[in-house]
């Protein structure tokens, strides 16, 4: 797949640009245990780490694999968290976002999956994307819920530090272009 050519979104409140090694220093603070605590990646033990999952990011775009994106409030700048388009070279992608904690309960995740979402149904290759979610991370699930997710599947999956999570798999329909 060619490279990717998106160089931002954005929404009254937010601008999505491609994750680049600018904002290392942010994915490496705020991945933080409570952050990642209905994940599978768990966060980095050393600023090393966060370098190498920037780095895979970067790699990916240029192949056009995938789609992380720093989610920025737009007036201020300020990073919020980040949102992954993964497999976009594949029928269909998957997407996941966290926030860091102090951008929690604003309406920041939705806001972010809907521009988002209208930017890949624009693209015209994929009919729907998938959306897995930790079964006890409840406000994800309304989230996602709200958006026009429906619960597909259901299946369980192992962090490094060996918890097992319930995954809930949304199904969201993207509208037909043309």
């Given at each position: 797949m060619p490279p990717l050519n998106f160089t931002a979104v954005e929404t009254e409140r937010l601008r999505l640009v491609p994750l680049n090694s600018k904002y290392t220093e942010d994915v490496y603070r705020e991945f933080t245990p409570a952050v990642a605590r209905y994940m599978i990646p768990q966060p980095y033990q050393s600023k090393a780490e966060a370098e190498q999952f920037v780095s895979d990011c970067e790699r990916a775009f240029d192949l056009g694999s995938d789609l992380e994106l720093a989610i920025l409030e737009i007036q201020s700048g300020e990073f919020l968290g980040c949102l992954g388009v993964l497999g976009l070279n594949l029928t269909v992608p998957q997407l996941g976002i966290w926030l860091k904690e102090s951008a929690w309960g604003c309406g920041y995740g939705r806001e972010?999956?809907?521009v988002v979402l209208t930017w890949l149904t624009g693209q015209g290759r994929h009919a729907y994307a998938l959306y897995p979610v930790d079964r006890e991370n409840v406000s994800?699930?309304?989230m996602i819920e709200a958006l026009g997710g429906v619960l597909d599947n259901v299946y369980s999956?192992?962090?490094s530090l060996g918890r097992i999570f319930e995954v809930c798999e949304y199904h969201l329909t993207l509208?037909?272009?043309g």
């Open positions: 972010a999956l809907q994800s699930r309304h999956e192992q962090n509208p037909s272009v």
